[in-house]
Nanobody, 127 residues
Framework: QVQLAESGGGLVQAGGSLRLSCAAS????????VGWFRQAPGKEREFIAGISRRGETPLYSGSVKGRFTISRDNAKNAAYLMMNSLKPEDTAVYYCALDFTVSTVSIPTTSREYDYWGQGTQVTVSS
């Protein structure tokens, strides 16, 4: 079993930045691809960023590409999402998720492919 805990959310003005962290415990973190998702009120959960087991070839949705950066530190069992140039439409609950995979390059983009989820952290961007 894997436990995930997100942190770093909060209230920020448009144009500001936040750095989300995802701390993992319980299994070998490097065996998992990491994904970040978000869910705004009344909307479906959406994939926004993912990173492979080795931290190579990150993947971003079009809505955040160029503004958000995903990274991971396998030695610290942690992943991060640096969010810059935040917009009011980025307001949502943000979740990190892990997918157990033997592939070193695979990055799933659908929520059903992920095995473990954190509880989420709220990000609110004011205009």
């Amino acid at each position: 079993q894997v436990q995930l805990a997100e942190s770093g959310g909060g209230l920020v003005q448009a144009g500001g930045s936040l750095r989300l962290s995802c701390a993992a415990s319980g299994r070998t973190f490097s065996n998992y691809a990491v994904g970040w998702f978000r869910q705004a009120p009344g909307k479906e959960r959406e994939f926004i960023a993912g990173i492979s087991r080795r931290g190579e070839t990150p993947l971003y949705s079009g809505s955040v590409k160029g503004r958000f950066t995903i990274s991971r530190d396998n030695a610290k069992n942690a992943a991060y999402l640096m969010m810059n140039s935040l917009k009011p439409e980025d307001t949502a609950v943000y979740y990190c998720a892990l997918d157990f995979t033997v592939s070193t390059v695979s990055i799933p983009t659908t929520s059903r492919e992920y095995d473990y989820w954190g509880q989420g952290t709220q990000v609110t961007v004011s205009s």
